[in-house]
């Protein structure tokens, strides 16, 4: 068979002999990987699905868990990613021209634009984790028969928003607490935002001097004990007479989604009684919903007490999903890292070539250490910890010796197919958080 | 910039009467200044798709707004940084392919799943006690 491809020219060393030319070698290479990248959009594809069908039926946990998420950092990460994404095309380009120095330093941008979102993305996590928000049982939300299996840490991730959300909007969020007395609230709320603002000041708002109770409830908020004052019947004795005489129905500001029948019917209990007043549709906008629900509670996004049982039942699983998608994603990442390593490695000249082995040895030693640092440092990681550094000694010797051969720069315009596809891959990488960080970050 | 020597046009021809391999890189060279710019857009659009997150326009309206975006910066990064303008058709057909399999997937997982939203309303309140 391959008689056939023995012809008279000199075939180049990177040409693969069933291939007639270069160009059309790298043509299969790409239609390969992108037959690859297909696969892991459907890969992906099964992930969004999750989303898809989560916040179809639960748009309100996703409204409510979605305020856990940093916009900031989000934003950030994306614009990081696009550097990077940028940085590689370039690259590419770089290589097409047979620039090969460039090429190198952009490959290194790259990587480091890679490290910057890993970094971003680890504090987001860490954040996350010390908030009691994490995949599964440690998780806050996380509900079994009804029961949190982790109540402290629910708490914990409620006050961690409330703090957030005054960061944010300059009030906490109070809507919870008290969310069965809303009668009197097309009133009481002006005034006790007003309360809210000027209570560090030691003002007392005038709409509240006249009753006592309310007067001695906004010095509470000069002592800054939030929680404490709301959490106890404070509140709720101070408004009893208002609520003694419910003549107006409720408001409930929960979101401007258009509600489903049987919700409308009263079969979520928090919603029944003021199913009147849940403006639907586009009627929410006209309405201006939204800036009655910031009115009411710093946000305009739903409290945690808020949801439905359905729905406060199911909110972990928002996160859940959150950490299932960056996390494939960030596995991905790390993939596509290591893959430009791969590259710079093969476009770098002897000084690179010899760097790499004691680096590399040097830097999975350092991970061993920090690993042995959170578990503490077993067997096994001790003799891992030594064959690295045993590695990185014998490569470095290597290189010293002159040993290591170097065959000079691996790519060249002909031939620059592994620097495309792994700047495919990147993209893809980019293409999915581009998608990501709307549909978590920006749920509005 | 030295892209000038790369035309845009001569990106895709078939090599079979070329007779020789390697030597011209007949691939699409893409100018800096064009891949910079397209940066610059993506990096614009980054900037909008935040910025709307503050209007309200009704919650399924900004999840349009907010997909519309993302879809236009998906394409964009596509196009340019993954050379499909340039390259062959069918790659790019391998990917939109791939991306309506999964539409159609969601929709129709979307589809059942609106048949029992109902019976999982009622299951939860039994749950709940109610």
């Known amino acids: 068979m391959s008689d056939a491809h023995h012809h008279d020219h000199d075939h180049p060393a990177h040409l693969a002999h069933h291939f007639d030319t270069s160009e059309q070698q790298l043509e299969s290479h790409k239609l390969g990987m992108w037959v690859f990248l297909a696969t892991e959009i459907l890969m992906f594809g099964g992930l969004f699905c999750a989303y898809s069908v989560y916040r179809g039926n639960h748009p309100e946990i996703f409204l409510f868990a979605h305020q856990y998420l940093d916009t900031t950092w989000g934003a950030i990460n994306t614009a990081v990613l696009l550097a990077s994404s940028f940085t590689m095309a370039w690259g590419v380009r770089a290589s097409q021209l047979g620039q090969t120095r460039l090429l190198v330093a952009l490959l290194c941008v790259t990587l480091l634009g890679g490290a910057g979102f890993m970094v971003i993305k680890s504090i987001e996590y860490e954040g996350k984790y010390s908030h009691d928000i994490w995949v599964g049982g440690i998780n806050g939300f996380y509900q079994t028969g009804g029961e949190l299996m982790n109540p402290d840490g629910a708490e914990h991730a409620l006050k961690y928003l409330e703090k957030k959300q005054k960061k944010k909007y300059g009030t906490a969020g109070h809507g919870d607490e008290y969310g069965d007395h809303e009668g009197d609230h097309g009133k009481e709320k002006d005034g006790y935002a007003k309360a809210d603002d000027h209570g560090k000041d030691g003002h007392v708002d005038e709409a509240h001097a006249k009753a006592d109770s309310h007067a001695d409830n906004a010095e509470h908020h000069d002592d800054g004990h939030k929680e404490d004052s709301y959490g106890g019947d404070k509140y709720a004795e101070a408004t009893a007479e208002p609520l003694s005489t419910p003549a107006a129905p409720p408001v409930i500001e929960v979101s401007t989604i258009v509600r489903p029948a049987y919700a409308q019917a009263g079969l979520i209990d928090s919603l029944a009684d003021g199913r009147v007043d849940i403006p639907t549709g586009p009627q929410s906008f006209a309405t201006g919903i939204g800036a009655r629900q910031i009115e009411h509670h710093g946000s305009h996004y739903p409290e945690f007490d808020e949801l439905a049982p359905l729905q406060a039942n199911a909110t972990h699983i928002f996160f859940q999903i959150y950490f299932m998608m960056t996390g494939l994603h960030g596995i991905h990442v790390l993939i596509g890292m290591g893959l430009i390593a791969w590259v710079t490695y093969l476009s770098g000249g002897p000084i690179i070539k010899a760097l790499v082995g004691p680096v590399a040895s040097v830097g999975v030693a350092a991970f061993l250490v920090f690993v042995g640092m959170l578990v503490g440092f077993p067997v096994w990681l001790w003799v891992s910890i030594g064959v690295c550094i045993v590695a990185a000694l014998v490569s470095g010797g290597l290189n010293f010796a002159g040993l290591s051969g170097y065959g000079g720069p691996a790519f060249s315009p002909e031939y620059y197919t592994p620097v495309d596809l792994v700047g495919l891959y990147w993209h893809l990488v980019d293409l999915i958080w581009i998608f990501l960080f709307p549909l978590l970050y920006l749920i509005h | ?71 236009v910066k998906a394409a964009v990064v596509g196009l340019y940084f993954m050379h499909l303008r340039w390259d062959a058709p069918l790659n790019g057909i391998i990917l939109v392919v791939s991306l309506l399999f999964v539409t159609l997937f969601i929709t129709f997982s979307l589809m059942d799943t609106g048949q029992y939203a109902g019976y999982q309303e009622a299951a939860a309140l039994r749950g709940s006690g109610q």
């Open chain 2, 1 to 71: 910039m030295s892209e000038t020597a790369h035309p845009e046009h001569d990106t895709h021809h078939d090599d079979d009467h070329h007779g020789h391999s390697g030597g011209d890189h007949a691939h699409h060279v893409v100018p800096l200044g064009f891949l910079f710019s397209i940066f610059l857009v993506l990096m614009f659009l980054t900037f909008i798709t935040v910025a709307v997150t503050k209007l309200d326009f009704g919650y399924e309206m900004n999840l349009v707004v907010a997909m519309a975006i993302a879809l």
